[in-house]
């Protein structure tokens, strides 16, 4: 029954506030190149399908190679820093200039530099940019904080460096881990939609290109239709990352042990 008002509920809350959006746009005659009603969102859809799941390929292509290329990245620095003390110390302040430096502000550096006949691996790599930090620091918190104790009895054990990692730090920062992939799964997202609005230019096919030259058509429904398309996008990955996390933490850890 709790599961099922989980589920009910969002969804009742979502038809009422379209239901009230439909009949705003109608009492107030409000024109579609303002705000289209949802009706006419929908429409959009149904008419421009074909072309907005190209753009939609386009712009999750990039969003999971990114994320990808994030993940591997930021966990290899991140056992680094776990394993010394120096590398922290010299790498780990050029991570955060990276986190604090506005993507919108380097974003055109990188496609000037990849060049415009490359604008995937240059939106690819800005969306890495975006995602890295917070796999960083959440894997770097995890791995720092394995039980001192169980690590000095590995070691009295003649446990290796890697035997250490794998059995005592991986699992110990895996919560931490999986938390900062959910949240660099969304800006992974928001890095290939910011480095296609950047890239300002048909050769940037995504989803957000189509909200760019709908936009600028006045065609305004199919814009809407692309953006809904981009949190749907970005609803499954967080959800889909959810689920991962679960499936790996629900024998163990208390954060996904179901208390009854």
Known sequence: ??????????????????GFWEWKVAHDAIPAYVLPAPSAILRALADNFPSLMASLWTTLTVTLLAFAAATIAALALAILFSESRAAQRTLYPYAVVIQVTPVVAIAP?????IGYDRV???????????????ILSNATLGLRSADFNLID?????????????????????????LAGMKTAGGLALIGAVVAEFVAG???ATGLAWRIIESTNRLDIATAFAALALLVLVGLAIFHGLS????LL????????????
């Open 1 to 18: 029954m709790r599961r099922l008002a989980d589920l009910v509920l969002p969804v009742l809350v979502a038809v009422l506030l379209l």
């Open 109 to 113: 550096f990188i496609l000037l530099w």
């Open 120 to 134: 995937t691996v240059a939106e690819t790599i800005i969306a890495v940019v975006v995602a890295f930090f917070p």
């Open 153 to 177: 009895l590995m070691r009295l054990y003649g446990a290796s460096r890697w035997q250490i990692l794998w059995r005592v730090r991986l699992p110990t920062a895996l919560p931490a881990l």
């Open 201 to 203: 230019s048909g050769t």
């Open 243 to 246: 689920l991962v996390e679960y």
């Open 249 to 260: 933490l629900r024998r163990w850890h208390e954060s996904a042990i179901t208390r009854r």
